[in-house]
C-alpha cells in the first residue's frame, strides 16, 4: 500500500532531515571513508590533442585503489579508460627506493599511482608493482614492458616516443617500442654510484625527483650520476610494532658531505658517455638540467653550497663549450623553482625571479640579453602554468588580488598588465592544455571543498567534471550547517610587515564567556596556512570550534607567498621572529573579551612541532599547554641543502645553530607538553624525539609523550589518524578545561 504523508508525518520527516542536516562532526568521523571532502579526480591531465581529460579516481569497493578514468570532451562522457587490476592485480610490492619516493610525495594509493601519455597522444605509460606497462589507445590493449626482479623506476616515454626509459639497478635503460630491443646506457652504476637518479637533497630538499632528461628529438639523453661516497654513513632504525629495522642510509647532516656529483650526456644510438665540465668548484648543487628546443643546446642551474649564487649555464653539444646565461645572487638565501621555459622561435627563454624581492617572469634572448621584465608589483608568480606562443600569451598562477587565494592571470609577451582569469573569493589550481585554449580548474573555499570544470580561457564553464556539492548524499551534508566561517584578519609584525591570521570561533560565542584558544602553528618557510581554500585538516579545527575551543592560525614571517622580505627575517636565526610573530598573535587574542588568557595552547606538526616546543620553552607566560607532532629538536640532526639555506654553515654560524636548538631553552620549560612522533620516520628522525626525552628526564622535567610504530612523518592511516587526534583532544581537555 502506497503510503501517504498527514500534515503531521510531514513535518516530523522535515524536522528530521533537518536535525539530520545539523550534526556534529565525531571524531572518529573526520579520517574515516567515504572521505568527508568527497571526490575530487586526482592527477588530471590533458591528452596531449585536447580531445580528452583523464585523471585517477579510486575504485568503488577501495578507495586508495586506483584506475584511470577519461571525460572525453566531444562525447561530453565519463569512462574508465585503463582498470589496474587488469594491469596487475594481487598485492604489490616496492623497492625501498620506490617507497621513499612515495612517502615524500605523498602517493598513500596503490594500483595506477601516476602515468604519462606519449606526445602524440597516442599511448600511456605505467608503473606497476615493480615493472612497466604500456596502453596503446588504438587498440585499448596494455602491454607489459618489463618482467625482471629488478624494480623500474623514474619510467619516461621520449619527446618522440620512439622509446620508453627507465632506471633499473642504478643505471639508465631505454627500451625501443618497435623492436622492443632494450639498451643498457650507462654501465658503472652500483654501489654508491647512481646514474640518473635524483640524490636524497634533491628529492626531499630541491623538488627535483629525476636524474635524466630527454633531448626533444630522442638522440640523447642527459643525466646525472652521483657518488655518495664522501656521505656519511648513518645507522637509522625503524621501529614497528613486531620487529625493529635497520638501515645504513648515507644521510647528508648539515655542515657535512654531499654527494659528489656529474653531469653527463649519453647517445641512444652509441652509448658512450661525454662528461661535462661544472667546473672547478666540486661542493656544489646541480639543482636543474633542462633542454632548450635543440638537442645541440642543453642548460643547467648551478647552485653553490651557501645557496646565496645561481648560474643558468648553456653547453653546446657536442663541443662541450660552457656559457653563463645569467645569474642569481641573494645575501641570504634563493628559492629555486622550475619556469625556465625556452620559447619555439629558439632565440628567446622566459624566466623567473625573486631579484626585485618578489617572485616574477622575464623575457631573455638565448644569448643571456634581459628583454624585458614581464610581471611586476608587490606580490608573487607562483608558477608558469603554460605558453601560448602562435598568440604570444604567457599563462601564470599568482596572487595579485590577494596573497591568500591563487588565481590564473595572462600576460602579454610583448609586456602590459596582467589580467586574472578565475573567479574571486575562491583559491583556483589549474592545469593548462597544451593549446592555451581551455584548462581544468580545481578550486575551493575555506567551506567548499574542491569543485573540478573545465574552463575555456574567456571563464566559459565548458563542463562539470566534479561538482562536489554538499547537499544530499554527501558525505559531509549531515555537518554542512555547523561548520563555522573562520573570521580573517590582519596584524602588524614588529618591522611592521603585515601578518595574516584567521580564527574558527564557535557558532554561538555566549556572552560573558570566555573560551580556551588553540594556536595552530606550522610557522617554517615554504608553507602557509591561513588561506581561502579548501582543506581535510581544518575539520579537525571544525571539531575543536564546535566543542568550545577557539583555533587561531596565524601566517609569521619567514612563511610562503608573501615576497623575499617577508621570508629574510629568519636567516640564521630560527624560531625568532616566528614566535615573536605567534606571540604578536597571542596578545591580540588576549585583547579579545571573550577569549581565556590563562587557557592558550599552541599545536603543531614538523616545523610547526618545533614552534611548539619553542613556544613552550621561551614563551611559557604565553602558553598554557602544547601538543608539538614529529618536532626537530637540533638541526644538527637535519640535512644539508634544507638547513644551511636558512642558517647557514654550522662552522659559520655556530650561534645561531645554538640558538635555534631547543635544548638551550629545556631549563625554562614549565610543563604541560604532549610530544608525538612516528617511530619509522625518515624525515625528521625519530632521533629528534628521544634526544628531547632524554633531556627532559635529566632535567627532572615531565612531559607526556604518545609515539606510533611504524609511522612515517606523514602520519598517515586512519587508525593512527583517529587515535593521534583524540590523543591531542584529551590533553587539551585536561589542561585547557579542567
Do not use: C
Not at 116 to 137: I, Q, T
Not at 142 to 161: C, H, Y
Not at 252 to 280: E, H, I, R, S, Y
Not at 655 to 667: M, N, R
Amino acid at each position: 500500500m502506497k503510503k501517504i504523508l498527514t500534515p503531521v508525518s510531514l513535518a516530523t520527516v522535515l524536522l528530521s532531515a533537518t536535525a539530520q542536516a545539523n550534526v556534529n562532526l565525531p571524531l572518529e568521523r573526520l579520517f574515516a571513508e567515504p572521505a568527508l571532502s568527497g571526490t575530487a579526480p586526482r592527477s588530471l591531465s590533458f591528452s596531449p590533442d585536447g580531445s580528452r581529460v583523464t585523471y585517477l579516481k579510486g575504485k568503488d569497493t577501495d578507495a586508495n585503489r586506483l584506475d584511470l578514468w577519461q571525460y572525453q570532451i566531444k562525447t561530453d562522457k565519463h569512462s574508465i579508460l585503463v582498470d589496474s587490476n587488469q594491469l596487475f592485480s594481487g598485492p604489490e610490492l616496492l623497492s625501498d627506493e620506490e617507497k621513499a619516493r612515495r612517502e615524500r610525495l605523498r602517493l598513500f594509493a596503490s594500483g595506477i599511482v601516476s602515468y604519462n601519455w606519449s606526445k602524440d597522444g597516442k599511448a600511456l605509460l605505467f608503473p606497476l608493482n615493480g615493472d612497466l606497462y604500456y596502453y596503446d589507445l588504438s587498440s585499448q590493449k596494455a602491454r607489459k614492458l618489463t618482467n625482471t626482479e629488478a624494480f623500474e623506476t623514474d619510467a619516461q616515454i621520449s619527446p618522440k616516443g620512439q622509446y620508453v626509459s627507465f632506471i633499473r639497478e642504478q643505471n639508465i635503460f631505454v627500451l625501443d617500442l618497435k623492436s622492443g630491443k632494450e639498451t643498457q646506457l650507462t654501465q658503472d652504476g652500483q654501489g654508491l654510484i647512481k646514474n640518473g637518479m635524483a640524490e636524497f637533497v634533491a628529492q626531499e630538499e630541491m623538488g627535483r625527483m629525476t636524474g635524466y632528461w630527454w633531448a626533444p628529438d630522442d638522440s640523447k639523453i642527459a643525466f646525472s650520476q652521483i657518488d655518495e661516497s664522501p656521505v656519511a654513513e648513518a645507522v637509522r632504525n625503524e621501529i614497528y610494532a613486531d620487529e625493529i629495522k635497520l638501515f645504513n642510509q648515507r644521510y647528508p647532516f648539515t655542515g657535512t658531505a654531499n654527494v659528489k656529483v656529474k653531469l653527463g650526456v649519453v647517445a641512444v644510438q652509441q652509448p658512450a658517455v661525454q662528461w661535462l665540465d661544472l667546473g672547478k668548484e666540486q661542493d656544489i648543487y646541480l639543482a636543474r638540467v633542462n633542454w632548450s628546443k635543440s638537442a645541440s643546446l642543453l642548460t643547467y642551474q648551478w647552485q653553490s653550497r651557501d645557496q646565496q649564487h645561481l648560474e643558468l649555464r648553456a653547453v653546446e653539444l657536442p663541443s662541450g663549450t660552457t656559457k653563463v646565461l645569467l645569474k642569481e645572487q641573494s645575501p641570504t638565501w634563493l628559492n629555486l623553482n622550475d619556469d625556465l621555459h625556452f620559447l619555439k622561435d629558439k632565440q628567446h627563454f622566459v624566466w623567473a625571479s625573486e631579484r626585485d624581492g618578489y617572485k616574477h617572469l622575464y623575457l631573455y634572448k638565448l644569448d643571456g640579453t634581459l628583454v624585458r621584465q614581464l610581471t611586476k608589483g608587490d606580490w608573487i608568480v607562483n608558477k608558469i602554468e603554460a605558453i601560448n606562443e602562435e598568440q604570444g600569451i604567457i599563462y601564470f598562477s599568482g596572487r595579485k588580488d590577494t596573497p591568500l587565494e591563487s588565481h590564473l592571470y595572462s600576460v602579454d609577451v610583448k609586456g602590459g598588465e596582467s589580467k586574472r582569469l578565475t573567479q574571486a573569493e575562491f583559491s583556483h589550481a589549474v592545469v593548462m592544455a597544451e593549446t592555451g585554449q581551455s584548462f581544468i580548474d580545481s578550486y575551493s573555499s575555506v567551506l567548499q571543498p574542491t569543485k573540478v570544470e573545465l574552463k575555456s580561457v574567456e571563464g566559459k564553464v565548458l563542463t562539470v567534471l566534479e561538482s562536489n556539492e554538499v547537499s544530499g548524499s554527501h558525505p559531509l551534508a549531515q555537518y554542512k550547517d555547523k561548520l563555522v566561517k573562520p573570521r580573517f584578519g590582519t596584524l602588524k609584525a614588529k618591522d611592521g610587515q603585515t601578518l595574516h591570521y584567521r580564527a574558527f570561533e564557535p557558532a554561538e560565542l555566549e556572552k560573558g564567556k570566555k573560551y580556551p584558544v588553540i594556536v595552530g602553528v606550522y610557522g617554517g618557510p615554504g608553507a602557509q596556512r591561513v588561506t581561502n581554500s579548501w582543506s581535510a585538516k581544518d575539520l579537525y579545527f571544525q571539531y575543536l570550534a564546535q566543542n568550545g575551543y577557539i583555533v587561531f592560525q596565524l601566517d609569521n614571517r619567514g612563511s610562503e607567498n608573501r615576497g623575499k622580505a617577508f621570508e629574510d627575517p629568519i636567516y640564521k636565526k630560527l624560531a625568532v621572529v616566528e614566535l615573536e610573530d605567534q606571540i604578536t598573535g597571542v596578545e591580540y587574542l588576549r585583547s579579545l573579551p571573550y577569549v581565556d588568557a590563562g587557557r592558550i595552547g599552541i599545536y603543531g606538526h614538523s616545523y610547526g612541532g618545533y614552534m611548539s616546543i619553542m613556544a613552550m620553552f621561551k614563551a611559557g607566560d604565553y602558553f598554557k599547554a602544547g601538543v608539538a607532532g614529529a618536532p626537530v629538536t637540533d638541526w644538527a640532526l637535519y640535512d644539508t641543502h634544507y638547513t644551511e639555506r636558512y642558517l647557514g654553515h654550522p662552522a659559520s654560524n655556530k650561534a645561531g645553530y645554538e640558538q635555534s636548538s631547543v635544548f638551550p631553552y629545556v631549563k625554562d620549560y614549565q610543563g604541560n607538553l604532549l610530544i608525538y612522533h612516528g617511530m619509522a620516520d625518515d624525515n625528521v628522525l625519530f632521533t629528534h624525539s628521544t634526544k628531547l626525552y632524554s633531556e627532559l628526564q635529566k632535567q627532572g622535567k615531565l612531559f607526556d609523550s604518545m609515539d606510533y610504530p611504524g609511522s612515517k612523518h606523514s602520519m598517515f592511516g586512519q587508525p593512527v589518524q583517529t587515535h593521534l587526534h583524540k590523543t591531542i583532544t584529551a590533553f587539551f581537555e585536561r589542561q585547557l578545561k579542567q
